[in-house]
């Protein structure tokens, strides 16, 4: 019984020990350096990207370029007392932690950042132009009970952050202010405010009400990219300016859907309009006999709209995020697959890919693999620029299994594509033949 207990103890401090090796390896200093006259950075091996010392940082990236994907989490340590331009432009950052010593952040301080929520404290008095330009992702936000001016395209891009209240302390919204704020809805201006700018939402598509707590009037008729595409409500009544006090929500145009399916069968509910700011989506269950669904294209004036064809099924919706406003015509968009048996474990599939049109411009990769097993991917084709038909051979068929043929889509031409789309179709092999599986 003691050689028992003494094994268990044994083992229980081998464990403790790794655990602490680890923690200790995590906590290991991977670089360091000067980021101010007295302000260091250090970077340890978990991510954890430390600021420490008094007074200002300096302006422009710190880092080391091998060293500049690492970074998950700022600790800024109290001291620091000023956030300088592009002190921070990391997509890697999740996480930023800012001191109440911290009485300004300069023009571009989180540019580009990956930072998903921030709290900024009360210290601070002022927060410069474009500071969190392009946070793709972030979500939510703090601003402090001491900020005197919103200034121009401070949220531009930030095509997450739905929500925004205004503190009460601010006096001065700056022109442009939520320029390309793609992802506000809602937002509130404090009671402080005495100035607003021109043009403060011009661009913000998606903002649907508006409530204003100030004792100032503004034009809203520049919402979004055109004054058509929202009407704004104020009481019931429509109006073209915020008035004091008041709450105005608006109420996107509505537009006519219509479709051309040119012999394919659509299993689901096809929409026949869309109010602008809705996000709409589309079946996915889309069949033509020889043919492999493989998303929509959307029309206007008989012409295909760059960057509107959804690139994939999981991509069939039309969002009002770009420029998808108007009366518009959906068609389903296909590649005619061949299948030609070899001999008993592989046949011979031929892709004609020619319907997809000949605006897109990228890396197609078609591949096959046993159903539920997509790790599997077997590359048969690799091309760039425009494509017609493209061919691969499936072997080692098994009898009784399902395949899946997946053609896959890169396009780097254009910024608002996602990177890859696959549209996919399920094939079965008899032992005698391939054919298409519903």
């Not at 500049?68 to 950052?93: L, M, N, W």
């Not at 405010?193 to 100032?216: H, M, Q, T, Y």
């Not at 474990?345 to 049109?357: K, N």
């Amino acid at each position: 019984m003691k050689k028992y207990h003494f094994t268990v103890l044994f083992i229980i401090f081998c464990i403790h020990m790794i655990l602490s090796c680890q923690d200790s390896l995590a906590a290991t200093e991977v670089a360091a350096g000067s980021c101010g006259d007295n302000v260091t950075w250090r970077l340890t091996g978990d991510g954890v990207l430390r600021i420490s010392g008094e007074g200002e940082m300096k302006q422009g990236e710190f880092l080391p370029e091998p060293y500049e994907g690492i970074p998950k989490k700022v600790v800024i340590d109290p001291g620091v007392t000023s956030i300088k331009f592009r002190a921070f432009p990391y997509d890697s950052i999740k996480e930023i932690s800012v001191p109440d010593s911290v009485v300004s952040i300069e023009s571009g301080a989180f540019q580009n950042c990956g930072v998903e929520k921030i709290m900024i404290p009360d210290s601070v008095e002022m927060i410069g132009e474009n500071a969190f330009e392009g946070c793709s992702e972030l979500k939510e936000i703090h601003l402090p009970g001491n900020l005197k001016v919103i200034r121009g395209r401070i949220f531009s891009g930030c095509v997450n952050l739905r929500t925004l209240v205004i503190p009460d302390s601010v006096e001065k919204i700056e022109p442009l202010a939520f320029y390309r704020a793609y992802g506000l809805t809602k937002v509130t201006i404090g009671r402080g405010v005495k100035e607003i700018g021109n043009n403060i939402f011009l661009e913000a598509d998606r903002v649907r009400e508006i409530n204003n707590l100030s004792a100032v009037s503004f034009d809203i008729t520049q919402t979004g990219t055109k004054t058509d595409q929202v009407s704004w409500f104020v009481n019931g009544k429509q109006t073209k300016s915020i008035l004091p006090f008041s709450m105005a929500l608006g109420r996107g145009r509505r537009y006519k859907l219509s479709y051309q399916l040119n012999g394919a069968k659509v299993k689901g509910k096809l929409p026949k309009s869309y109010r602008y700011g809705d996000i709409v989506e589309f079946p996915r269950k889309v069949t033509k006999k020889g043919y492999i669904f493989s998303g929509w294209n959307i029309i206007s004036k008989k012409r295909y709209l760059a960057g509107k064809r959804c690139m994939g099924l999981e991509d069939c919706k039309l969002d009002s995020l770009y420029d998808t406003h108007g009366d518009r015509i959906m068609i389903p968009r296909f590649y005619k697959v061949k299948i030609k048996r070899k001999n008993r474990s592989s046949a011979l599939v031929t892709a004609d890919l020619s319907e997809l049109g000949t605006s897109y411009f990228g890396t197609i990769l078609l591949c096959y693999s046993e159903a539920g097993k997509d790790k599997k991917y077997k590359v048969t084709y690799r091309e760039e620029d425009k494509h017609k038909k493209v061919k691969i051979v499936m072997k080692n068929l098994k009898k009784g299994k399902k395949y899946q043929i997946k053609f896959l889509l890169t396009d780097s031409s254009r910024y608002d594509m996602d990177g890859v789309k696959k549209a996919v179709g399920v094939l079965k092999f008899d032992g005698r033949k391939v054919y298409r599986h519903r």
